[in-house]
């Protein structure tokens, strides 16, 4: 079964940053696209980035686009995050997710979720 | 960028309603429009995309219909494990926004 296993999540001062990792199995990674969804304490779900199963296409939210980086390693079934200029608005429980082989915008499968505290 | 009001914001009920969550889009999706759930503590839950299309796993008592920019969530019989916050999702443009939510609680 699909496995979406989140890490890197952690503490980091206003201005840091961070690069959060996701580990996939029990699927062909190099076939789908993936995405970043996050979810501020006690708040809704915010889409973040998502990336073309090849990588040559990514897309952001405006709220992190130019700050965030998304990635893939289709040889190691990885994707990436990385977080930089971090702000305290980034705070929130980040979900690695698989897309829909169809509809690349629909999240079909989620990992756990890995926090990050932009806290001084 | 596309806005999704869900309604109400939060909703009492009590095993073996027929519940019925409203969402609507700022402009037209056409079909492209998915339902979650999140339980506490718990990644979110595909359990509609497409608008009617029933995820595989997920109970028949779950249902979705719309089109456009009004869609509805209807589950036909609560049952205990059902209580908690769904939200909708359109697929159709970049980004791929979210509703805020609609919690679902026990009366």
């Known amino acids: 079964q699909v496995q979406l296993v989140e890490s890197g999540g952690g503490v980091v001062q206003p201005g840091g940053s961070l690069r959060l990792s996701c580990a996939a199995s029990?699927?062909?990674?190099?076939?789908?696209?993936m995405h970043w969804v996050r979810q501020a304490p006690g708040k809704g779900l915010e889409w973040v980035a998502f990336?073309?199963?090849?990588?040559?296409?990514?897309d952001y939210a405006d709220s992190v686009k130019g700050r965030f980086t998304i990635s893939r390693d289709n040889s190691k079934n990885r994707l990436y995050l990385q977080m930089d200029s971090l702000r305290a608005e980034d705070t929130a429980v980040y979900y690695c997710?698989?897309?829909?082989?169809?509809?690349?915008?629909?999240?079909?499968?989620w990992g756990q979720g890995t926090l990050v505290t932009v806290s001084s | 960028d596309i806005q999704m009001t869900q309604s109400p914001s939060s909703l009492s009920a009590s095993v073996g309603d027929r519940v019925t969550i409203t969402c609507r889009a700022s402009q037209s999706i056409s079909s492209y429009l998915n339902w979650y759930q999140q339980k506490p503590g718990k990644a979110p839950k595909l359990l509609i995309y497409?608008?009617?299309s029933l995820q595989s796993g997920v109970p028949s008592r779950f249902s979705g219909s719309g089109s456009g920019t009004d869609f509805t969530l209807t589950i036909s019989s609560l049952q205990p494990e059902d209580f908690a916050t769904y939200y909708c999702q359109q697929s159709f443009s970049v980004p791929y926004s979210f509703g805020l939510g609609t919690k679902l609680e026990i009366k």
């Open positions: 029990g699927f062909t990674f190099s076939s789908y696209g």
């Open positions: 990336i073309r199963y090849d990588g040559s296409n990514k």
């Open positions: 497409a608008a009617s």
């Open positions: 997710a698989k897309a829909n082989h169809i509809v690349g915008g629909t999240v079909e499968d």
